[in-house]
C-alpha cells in the first residue's frame, strides 16, 4: 500500500511502515503524509523485511510483533547493513524488554502504543532533522571522522572504536557522542542535548540524558567514575573534552 503527495521541497522523503494492524498503519500513513513525499505500509514481517532491506528509505515506522519475521530481526538485519536506516519502533505497554533489546540493536526511537498522532510527526521531524544534521552541519572532513585520543568516530558508517577496539553503541548513543565530538569544549545543559540530540521536547525526562552519559561512559571511558572524554560541569550539564595524546 502507498501514499504519495506533492512538496515543494528539495528533498524527497520516503517512509516505510512494517505494521500488521490495518487501523494503526493505515492512521500513521494518513499523519505521515504530512512529512514526507511517499509513505508505504508492509503488512507482515517478511514483505516488510524484503522492503526494509531491499529499497531505500528515509525511515522505517516498525512495529517489534509482527507475523513471520519479528520487528526485532528486521531491526538488526537493518543495522547489519552498510547504509543506515533510521527506525522508530512501534512498541506495546507490556513489551518493555523489547523495547530495550530494540534500543540496544539500534533503534533510533520508540512509541508506546496507543500514541499519539502529535507525537508520532513530532518523532519522525526529529529523525529527519538528526539526519540533516550529519550530512551538513560541519564541513565534509569533519562529518567522515573525529578522532580524539584513542576515540575513534566514523560518522559515515557510525563506527565508533577506543584503542583500535570496536565499541558497540545504541542509535542514540552515537547520536550523543557525534554532537559532543562535533562540539569539543561546548558545555551543553540536559536540556540543550534533549533539544539538539533527541529533537523534540522532553519536559521532566533530563534523567534520560543522565543514565544514556553513563551508558556511553561505561563503553568508551578507560575509567567511567574518572570520565576522560565526557565531563560534568557541575550545576550546569556536560561536555567533551577533545584529548589529543
Not at 521541497?9 to 514526507?36: M, P, S, W, Y
Not at 516488510?48 to 513471520?68: F, K, N, S, Y
Request: glycine residues 6%; aromatic residues 6%; hydrophobic residues 40%.
Amino acid at each position: 500500500m502507498l501514499a504519495k503527495r506533492q512538496t515543494n521541497t528539495a528533498v524527497k522523503r520516503r517512509i516505510l511502515i512494517i505494521e500488521d494492524e490495518a487501523d494503526i498503519a493505515n492512521l500513521v500513513q494518513l499523519h505521515l503524509g504530512e512529512v514526507c513525499d511517499e509513505v508505504s505500509i508492509a503488512c507482515d514481517g517478511r514483505d516488510g523485511l524484503a522492503r526494509a532491506t531491499g529499497e531505500d528509505w528515509d525511515l522505517v515506522v516498525l512495529d517489534l510483533r509482527l507475523p513471520g519475521v519479528d520487528g526485532l530481526d528486521i531491526c538488526r538485519r537493518l543495522r547489519e547493513a552498510k547504509s543506515y536506516t533510521p527506525v522508530l519502533m512501534l512498541t506495546a505497554r507490556s513489551t518493555e524488554s523489547d523495547r530495550i533489546v530494540g534500543l540496544e540493536i539500534g533503534a533510533d526511537d520508540y512509541l508506546t502504543k496507543p500514541f499519539s498522532v502529535r507525537e508520532l510527526v513530532a518523532r519522525a521531524r526529529a529523525i529527519f532533522r538528526r539526519s540533516d544534521a550529519l550530512q551538513s552541519n560541519a564541513p565534509a572532513s569533519e562529518r567522515l571522522f573525529i578522532k580524539a585520543g584513542e576515540l575513534a568516530i566514523d560518522a559515515t558508517s557510525r563506527e565508533v572504536s577506543v584503542a583500535g577496539q570496536p565499541v558497540t553503541l545504541t542509535a542514540r548513543e552515537f547520536d550523543l557522542l557525534l554532537h559532543f565530538a562535533r562540539h569539543p569544549n561546548v558545555v551543553f545543559t540536559r536540556s540543550q542535548l534533549l533539544d539538539q540530540v533527541w529533537g523534540y521536547g522532553h519536559d521532566g525526562y533530563e534523567h534520560t540524558v543522565n543514565s544514556h552519559i553513563n551508558r556511553l561512559r561505561s563503553k568508551i571511558e578507560p575509567d567511567p567514575a574518572s570520565p576522560q572524554y565526557v565531563n560534568t560541569v557541575w550545576g550546569v550539564g556536560y561536555r567533551f573534552m577533545a584529548r589529543t595524546h
